[in-house]
């Protein structure tokens, strides 16, 4: 029976984040205000399809997140990222030829495809043709060749893509593949920075995100500031697609989200990269002298970060038709937020995208009730507060700590009492 | 009427009595009803196989553990001890086996840390602080600097700064766990005379110890504990190695590995280093090198052993040939008559070569990982298939290693955090083994691990010799460096002074060849005068 307490207790403990929501999503039913068909509002499609809209953004970047956070690092340039997307995007839907957005991103993709290239060809090549090898096969120079003769080939085919679409200004796809790949380009570069020069992550990237958002003012111009993005008027109609409600319901920037979750999850649940995540994290020394490249792995999160962030700013621009330089402002602390509620430890190492994935739903909803009830911005931030620092206590188990520790207190002391009493009493009797 | 101060001065005074302790982590039963008597001006040495509850109890009394049961009485009076500071009221300091201190900090700054010595209401005197910490670091023999960081200074040093700040809190009763398990012969002989000269001022002193030969030296009384139980108290000076062993053990067991192996004729070498060498990061005159001229070579199947002091540059050397130090060091190695680099981790993995590191918990495990991703971490590419990790493998292979090298756990998932140190130590062993090493290089594989478990690694080294691995062992505990090595190369300060065949084996002569102004074999005398 006992045995039976303690493993329900485990459960429990284990899935808390999960109650966690539920108990949310609970009050958020009781909460919610009943329409006048008698409704409950916060229960209609409508409301849980504009729940997962609202969230696609900070999602999407706390996927990027919590791969960093996991290595023991963290990125505050996302934010920043995520504006300097926003910006070239909305640049490159809405205008024509060789702007400073195209000029910018168009070499930065060809780089980018080089490098991806033959990089990660000849690890795929060596993958097959040695599957489960007994060691690591360094692959030979003809690999090594084909990969960048690969990669030049597609760098080639995606540039006379993209020149091809300069006069009729960028389509969604164009955007959907350019402003990713130089978000890969400046968060690889923030990785390398922070791995070769082994510098602080939180110096190198706060660094990163004051000169990017600069960056998203400068592409900007002075003049124009916001650049509105019009749909079949000043930019291709097709870009209306990112929305819309895919079966009526799931918003594309969620399914987005999604995708980037399950993939990012899957990888690192199951993929050796996703384990020598964990284990830099866990202690960089030992997975170092295991003979693990750490310099790479660190640069490669920071690239997805950045890329993560830099879609992310691509689904706002979609979303509020138009592009901005502040787009993402303070994005940064609501994805550490996220990650953080989700029981990810800000020393690496521990954590789960899951985990993530929750916390942003938690986010999300507790937003969503707040703003149901018609509750004073203000105090929606101070609650939100609240709700991040009870989390935390919650997760790393500090709560039932300090309940135990008042327990045992109270006790021996009583028990101490007794012995003394005891103890006088011996003497005399 | 003598003032109660003087009381506290006679000997045999009870200091510190624990009653019916009992503690449990979760489902495992740590202590079970332990009573626990200390005298002033007792070495008490407190002995049992790892996982015996030597540390918890200690920890306790320390006022590190918030939760057990049982009473603990200091000088008579029941104390309640659920934090440091607690313990520190009532005059118990503890030193562990995993030092306490803050690395960025300096010297006298980590002696003094939470009892700084003020001028002023705030302001910290350091001037007097580093006056008192010289003063009590010369009598602890220290030969470091003062007003350094203390990560500048080796393990064995900072030991000594950790006594010197129990000293200076004035503790009565002073708990060392596993105080010279980093500590050279001559610092252990310098160790002791400390605790000798502090048990005779009437301070209390428990002394937890794998080293049967120390507490033979030092204990005036022994406890041994097993499977968190009170097995028996003895006097030190009565007290036979076997009886101890056998109330640790619970059985008579055979002394461990005991018997001569003879001398491996050494068959192919394996393993050819040349004048290797290493910058010192902060070079002095007499000590322009970390290593210099380091040369040697190891046969398949062959252990080659490096003695020392603490900083003659054992460790070093072993780092050199795992490519840590790539840039600063120098040297030529070939590997089966093949001249190769070592320029990383990465490198060593490939060309066979493994380390197991001197600290396992800061360089050898991902503590929050289970066994079977710590084990299977090196060689991930065995275990996937287009970088996902294939189903069943990594469990498998940790399984196959953990039969192999006798690794106690519940399951291959347990995180070796929550192993014992000689389970955590075999599992370090197991992450170079599945990289199938043809040089394995092992930097005091036992260090703090119980008498079972060091005979079991002692085993398993010889086993692997005999598999004809290429073997570079570096110890400090010489009984077990004369024990397993074919010859010992000794290094004093970062240069070879002698090759010792194993006939020639003994205490003396490597002590000898170890200390600065010893003797200097004829071979290795040139290179002194070249340099």
């Known amino acids: 029976m006992k045995g039976l307490l303690s493993a329900g207790g485990q459960f429990l403990l284990k899935t808390k984040l999960f109650w966690g929501l539920a108990v949310l999503y609970g009050a958020g039913i009781i909460l919610s205000p009943i329409n006048r068909k008698g409704v409950n509002i916060f229960l209609e499609a409508g409301n849980q399809s504009d729940v997962l809209r609202q969230v696609a953004n900070n999602g999407i970047i706390a996927v990027g997140m919590t791969l960093v956070i996991l290595t023991g690092g963290i990125d505050l340039s996302v934010g920043a990222m995520m504006s300097l997307g ?36 000849p690890m795929i090549v060596v993958s097959v043709r040695h599957g489960s090898a007994k060691t690591a096969q360094r692959s030979g120079w003809a690999t090594r060749l084909f990969g960048l003769i690969l990669g030049l080939f597609v760098a080639g085919l995606l540039v006379w893509w993209t020149t091809g679409q300069l006069k009729t200004k960028f389509g969604v796809l164009a955007v959907l593949v350019t402003v990713p790949a130089v978000g890969l380009a400046i968060g690889c570069l923030t990785g390398l920075i922070i ?50 409600l895919m079966f009526r319901v799931i918003p594309v920037p969620g399914i987005f989200f999604l995708v980037a979750v399950v993939t990012f999850g899957f990888i690192l649940r199951y993929t050796a990269f996703g384990r020598y995540i964990y ?13 693990i490249r750490v310099d790479q792995v660190k640069t490669a999160v920071y690239a ?77 931030f101070v609650l939100k507060g609240a709700i991040i620092l009870g989390a935390v206590l919650l997760q790393e188990g500090q709560i039932g700590l300090w309940w135990k520790r008042l327990r045992a207190r109270t006790k021996k002391l009583g028990v101490a009492e007794t012995v003394k009493n005891e103890e006088q009493k011996q003497p005399a009797g | 009427m003598s003032p109660p101060d003087s009381i506290s001065q006679l000997p045999g005074r ?155 809190a004035k503790a009565r009763i002073l708990i060392m ?61 009565g007290a036979t190695r076997r009886e101890i062993i056998r109330m640790m053990v619970g059985r008579e067991i055979q002394e461990m590995l005991a018997e001569d192996k003879g001398t491996t004729k050494a068959a192919q070498p394996i393993l050819e280093v040349r004048d290797l060498s290493l910058e010192h990061p902060s070079p002095t005159p007499n000590r322009p090198m970390l290593i210099q001229d380091v040369s040697f070579s190891v046969g398949a199947g062959e252990v080659l052993g490096l003695g020392g002091l603490l900083g003659a540059g054992r460790t070093e050397v072993l780092q050199v040939l795992s490519g840590l130090h790539p840039g600063t060091s120098d040297g030529d190695i070939s590997i089966q008559g093949r001249a190769v680099q070592i320029l990383g981790p990465v490198e060593a993995k490939a060309l066979g070569v493994a380390l197991v590191t001197e600290d396992r918990k800061r360089d050898g495990l991902i503590l929050g990982a289970g066994i079977d991703r710590n084990i299977g971490l090196p060689v991930m590419e065995r275990l996937t298939r287009f970088g996902v990790v294939l189903p069943g493998k990594e469990k ?89 090595s ?19 084996f003994s205490q003396e002569v490597i002590l000898e060849y170890a200390s600065p102004g010893g003797a200097i074999q004829p071979e290795f005398a040139k290179s002194e005068v070249t340099a």
Not at chain 2, 111 to 116: R, S
């Open chain 1, 86 to 121: 926003c910006m070239l995007c909305a640049m490159l839907l809405t205008l024509q030829g060789w702007t400073a957005a195209s000029s910018a991103s168009i070499p930065i993709l060809a780089v980018v495809a080089v490098f991806l290239c033959s990089y990660l060809v």
């Open chain 1, 195 to 244: 791995a070769k020069g082994k510098l602080q992550p939180f110096i190198v990237t706060l660094a990163m995100m004051v000169a990017v958002v600069g960056l998203a003012r400068l592409l900007g111009g002075e003049t124009a500031a916001v650049y509105p993005v019009y749909t079949g008027s000043n930019a291709t109609e097709s870009f209306e697609i990112l929305r819309t």
């Open chain 1, 279 to 291: 284990a830099i994290g866990g202690n960089e020394q030992a997975a170092r002298l295991a003979g």
């Open chain 1, 304 to 380: 997805i970060s950045g890329m993560l962030a830099t879609l992310a700013g691509v689904l706002f621009t979609s979303q509020y038709r138009q592009g901005k330089p502040d787009a993402g402002a303070g994005g940064e602390l609501d994805a550490i937020a996220a990650v953080v509620i989700g029981g990810t430890n800000l020393m690496g190492g521990k954590g789960s995208m899951t985990g993530t994935f929750v916390g942003v739903l938690i986010f999300g909803f507790l937003t969503n009730i707040l703003l149901l009830k018609n509750i004073n911005s203000n105090i929606q």
């Open chain 2, 14 to 168: 009870l200091a510190l009595e624990m009653r019916q302790i009992s503690k449990s982590f979760g489902p495992t039963e740590v202590l079970r009803r332990v009573d626990f008597e200390l005298r002033s001006g007792e070495i008490h040495a407190l002995m049992g196989e790892n996982g015996a509850g030597k540390t918890t109890l200690m920890k306790i009394a320390a006022g590190l553990v918030e939760e057990f049961e049982g009473q603990i009485l200091v000088d008579g009076e029941l104390v309640n001890l659920t934090s440091p500071r607690d313990a520190a009221r009532a005059g118990i300091a503890m030193i562990q086996q995993e030092l306490s201190l803050v690395h960025e900090l300096e010297v006298d700054e980590n002696i003094f840390l939470g009892q700084e010595r003020l001028r002023s209401l705030f302001l910290v005197d350091r001037r007097r602080q580093i006056e008192t910490a010289r003063e009590v670091l010369k009598s602890l023999d220290f030969r470091g600097k003062v007003q350094v960081p203390v990560s500048q200074l080796r393990i064995g040093e900072q030991q000594l700064v950790e006594i010197a700040k129990a000293l200076v």
């Open chain 2, 177 to 237: 766990d596993e105080a010279t398990s980093a500590l050279s012969i001559n610092e252990t002989e310098r160790l002791f005379q400390v605790i000798r000269r502090l048990a005779g001022e009437g301070v209390a002193i428990v002394y937890i110890s794998h080293r049967m030969e120390e507490i033979q030296a030092i204990a005036d009384t022994v406890t041994v504990l097993r499977d968190g139980r009170h097995i028996g108290t003895v006097a030190g000076k």
């Open chain 2, 396 to 484: 498998a292979l940790a399984e196959s290693m953990m039969k192999k090298l006798n690794i106690h756990a519940r399951d291959p998932e347990q995180p070796t955090g929550s192993l014992s140190g000689g389970n955590q130590q075999k599992v370090v062993v197991g992450k170079c083994l599945v990289t199938e090493p043809r040089v394995l290089l092992l930097d005091e594989p036992t260090r703090g691990i119980d008498v079972g478990a060091k005979a079991e690694i002692y085993r398993l080294i010889r086993e692997l010799a005999g598999q004809g691995l290429a073997i570079v062992l570096a110890s400090s505990e010489l009984p077990e460096l004369m024990l397993l």
């Open chain 2, 486 to 504: 074919d010859r010992i190369l000794v290094l004093r300060e970062g240069r070879p002074t002698a090759l010792i065949g194993r006939s020639e």
